[in-house]
């Protein structure tokens, strides 16, 4: 068993209620490393292509990383997967919180689940031992009040639960998976995957020990990190996520009235100060970490929004209000708790609403189809009815629970133009246009418009990388947040494969540690003598499984695209827009420097020098 | 000026006796490092293609790295660089000694020398001043004698020199230049190119100092050489390279008669150990260098063997000992002085002596074309006259002085079966049968059959990039030598890119510093924060832009391959033989995880990726 894993991966099975522990060796684990890697891995290999995402053959992984658990900030990142039922592709969410770290503690590194429960259930983990617990009481309650009686009916205040809420439970598509209520795994749906295995989730408890391979350097590392975390991380101390909202819409990104402007005019209501100003009453953090990024907020009136829930990021403030041309801060913040305890994306959910907001402007539906909600941007109210018709799959709230791809099919009369997503996930709040790396991203991203893994306009390029750090010295001159030439594909083929492999490491991407930091990081924990090089091509790994998982289900090169209205609707002072033919020669060039062929699959070469020549078996 | 170099570069014109200094950017350094990439940036864009590289069109440039003088042992290493005589393509010869570190000293990092002096010059460098030195009067002077005349006329002992003798002036197509009488640039022919512009040689003295980012760190590291020397190099401390000729027998690898053979029953007589307890009188090292591998030999009778010309090492041991048949010490000991006095390329000066031996066996040539020598294998008065010979370019000499590959086409009668050579230039003596990623790595080697940069069946892969480092700690089983399946080729992939680098560092292959410890040294010298994945692609830069000066010269992917006898002549107890097929296949796998099309052409891709688009305009 290496250093920093548990050597332990269970698997459950909800049909039959039995469960079974495998112990990979030592190989599988300095390959994949974690997250990304080990769920593309058991997808790739256990899933028959073109199932239903909800039937009972799907399988739910949770899994860490390596670092997970650590004891250093930045570990507390985990995620979940499954094919999903919104891209009908490779679906994954990363969130942060104490699940992942507890799970590691309970002594599995993944916990694999399949089949589906005869009637509703949860999961009880506790050092080591399963149990199948009856959640039939539980079952359409919300995600505190069950996380609330999980814990007293175990009588441990200490357990960590990841579950869903009403939304997960009647499967809308874009539902997310909630652990310890604020830490959303939030996108492509793995709520609804969750709730059609009849599982309302799973409690996690564990007093064991991972082994570390260097106790000291990890505390040196820890040290680091305490003393240099106001100078790096002083705006997630301020502000966190949603101090970044008024820059967004200062440089004419802050995607409006679902895509259709950069710009919001009531953007300093929305803002981080704005919330920090009047409904903040706390913060919040994840295992470890001394940073405290996360927001908890309360109101009184004129809606009553519950501190359990936590409080909205930069994305939940933009995707409830600049997108949906709502400036009312308590009735976001009253969105975030609804989507929070239903279990609903907060992205997702925000460009449903949006979307619908849209297509009522252009005439596509009418109060007929609301029943008689006025869908005009900017009305607060219609919004947060909307999100409770989601949750329920009532009125028009069932069709947009199918997501807005499938939305816009079901409008019909031009309402695709309008549906602003890639691969059936709505795009998330760095526009694209203006940051036209990112957008790439978008394209290309294995879980349709993702922005954990791509946004790369904001920052330098990955500075142990060469470009970066000749970049911040004043060496290489900047390339435009607008520039999408070979340039740019570089640093995003560069950037990506770190920055999907700080998801099998299970580490924020906030954290400050230099790559080298990293190396050292990975190498306190398990004792490996590991490189950056190294691992870069553990990222690049999960690049390529996910990208064939994806082919296997018969995604093509002609779904990495965007949508139209970033082709079409001009942003900012300059009009920027992506071109459609700079975008597809970005993303041929990108496939060319992944060693992909034109279609965008991997060269059996490729996967060779990967050492995953395995899943060439699948292409 | 980055911290680590001068920022100077020196251009000569032998032709009008001027020079200029240039002084490159800081992404010049950044990108390039030094060494290959410098000498193959400059070929490529100032070369026209097809020159007769004996012409004055040609240039001859001499090329420190980043490390290059840096205090701590390795870094004496540099190259000279220009189209080959031998091979008719890049041509390149690395070197360690003290010449680059003086060069750097004299405050240069690289010096290009055009054109063709009307008469015989040489070179006088001294604290950034240039002047051209009549040389009339060391015309076909020796190589320890020109030294010596140079010292005495300049009155100054500290010179370094770099010169050739009478094979060079004869243009000789396998002459080498030596750097302080002992320290070869053996390959591809640059003291041909050196005597073909009438330049007996350079001589360099700096007293400058060049400024280091962090003299600390480099102190740091020169401790921890010279604390932990013994545990790493005791084989060098002991018997430097021609310690390792009894492995090479044992394992029927010692390439003995023209490679008929791997196992030469003599061995013993030529070892590095017999060397030890006969002829050794003494060991030299290189610049800052406590590891002393060099050996220094005297030889009384039956031949004279001035000590000032060194010992053979490995390489020259197998050349004129085994390769010849020959078992007599003291005969290669003069082989290696007349080869150093001449400068001529002992690799392969003993390859077209064993060569012609050969075809004399065969009856290709007899007695008639030998003017009577009974070339016989074992002869080694016979050896030592024909090697005479091809140094004054008399006899057989002249048409072995053109290289094996033209001789065999001169001799005609099927002796191309016999000539083992690829490009044009002999096969070192890791036999690429028994060490077929070494034998891969000669088939697609840039400057021909080369072991620099290839020899990498004997090591683990580079550790810190995984697959070593799971070998070493038994997680991956270690790959046969003889394997070269996809395994090997993605071993040897990543390996060349690094042994790439170590080039164009300017640092020794033998130095025990981690890959690590090498980004430290790195960024000591330079303050720049750099990792092992850039690290990487600089070296994966020298491999593409050499390739695309290869490409451009008409090299196709059809010379990518071992001579005949490599897949004919089985060697070893288990009768090891390249398969051509397995070979081709292996190629063709390189050819696709380097981002090169099917015919080993880089795609315009891959040279964005690595920051060199503008080689494309070259294919």
Redesign the interface.
Known sequence: MPFGYNGRILRVNLTNQTFEVEEP???FY?TYFGGRNFIAYYLLNELKPSIDPLEPDNKLIFATGVLTGAPTGGTGRNSVGAKSPLTGLYGEAEAGGFFGSELKKAGFDALIIEGKAVKPVYLWIKDGQVEFKDATHLWGKKVACADKQIKAELNDKLIRTALIGPGGEKLVRFACILNDIVHAYGRTGMGAVMGSKNLKGVAVRGRGKVEYANRQKLAAIAKWLIDNVDSYCGWAKFAGTPGSLLGHNAAGGLPTRNYSSGYFEKAEEISGEKMHATILVGRDTCFACPVRCKQVVEVKEPYQVDRIYGGPEYETLAAFGSLCGVSDLKAIAKANELCNANSLDTISAGAAVAFAMDCFEHGIITTADTEGLDLKFGNAGAMLELVQQITDRQGLGAILAEGVEKAAQTFGKGAEKLAVHVKGQPLPFHDGRLKQGTGLGYALSPTGADHNHNMLDDFYA??????G??TA?G??EPLATNCLD??K??MY??HTMWKSLLNCFGLCMFMPY???QQ?ELVQAVTG???????L??VGERSINLTRIFNLREGMTAKDDTLPPRLFEVPIGDKGYVVEPEQLQLAI??Y???M?WDEEGRP????L??L?I?WAGDFL
Do not use: C
Not at 462 to 467: I, L, W
Not at 528 to 534: A, D, G, L, P
Not at 603 to 606: G, I, M, R
């Open positions: 060796d030592e190989i300095r990955p500075g142990g990388f060469g470009m750090e000749m010295l060496i290489l070979h340039r594909v570089r083929t560069y230099s790559y080298q190396a490996w003598n590991t490189s950056t090089w190294e870069a091509k041929k060039t496939y060319a420097m060693g060269t059996l070469a490729k060779q020098e050492g020549e």
